[in-house]
Every structure is written in C-alpha cells, then in structure tokens.
C-alpha cells in the first residue's frame, strides 16, 4: 500500500495538483490552496477556499477532469471547495436572521 506521503510527492499527483489550482485560479483568481493527505479514503485533498457563496459553483469547473484523473488514471486525489472564513460567518448571520425572522 502507498502512504499518503508518497502519494503527495509522486510526480504525477504534483501536476494534478498544480492543473487543478491553475483551472480553479483562472475562473477565481483569489483562491487559496491547502494541500494535504488524509485516510478516509486515502488519498490527496486539495481543499480550495474560495470567495463565494456556493463552493458547488466551483466544482462544476473541476469536476469533469478529477473524474478522469480518478478513474483513468488511477489517482486517489480530491478536490473540496469550501468558503472563505468571511463567507461562512456572512452565511451563518444570515441563517440567523432568517430564523428569528420566522419566529
């Protein structure tokens, strides 16, 4: 079995990883980046915080090729888009408004 470890530093996993921050950096440049590896299931996450309001949106311009790298090429590698930390505090402020609202 391969450890995570060796999986982050195989050559083909680094240029998955850099192809995906590049199409993800061209359709939201302020994008920033947390690799790392994880067990369950194992394999590469790249978690891509992004300023926006649904993290699918994001998805829709990677999904396609993690597909491919994952089945065709045998990749165990992840991609997860989530919300900037401001993002999240405006939704949940949101989510509370909406509660006492209805109340």
């Given amino acids: 079995m391969t450890s995570v470890h ?3 530093t ?8 850099a192809e995906w921050q590049a199409l993800i950096l061209a359709h939201y440049p302020s994008t920033t ?18 300023d926006v309001d649904d993290p699918d949106e994001v998805a ?9 790298l994952q089945v065709e090429d045998g990749l165990p590698i992840y991609v997860v888009p989530v919300r900037t930390p401001e993002r999240r505090a405006a939704l949940r ?11």
């Fill in 6 to 8: 060796d999986q982050q």
């Fill in 10 to 17: 195989n050559p083909r996993m680094q240029a998955a990883v």
């Fill in 33 to 50: 980046f947390i690799v790392g590896g994880a067990e369950d299931p194992e394999g590469v996450y790249v978690q891509a915080v992004v």
């Fill in 60 to 68: 829709e311009v990677f999904i396609d090729r993690m597909i491919d």
């Fill in 93 to 103: 402020q949101r989510q509370a408004a909406a509660r006492t609202i209805s109340v």
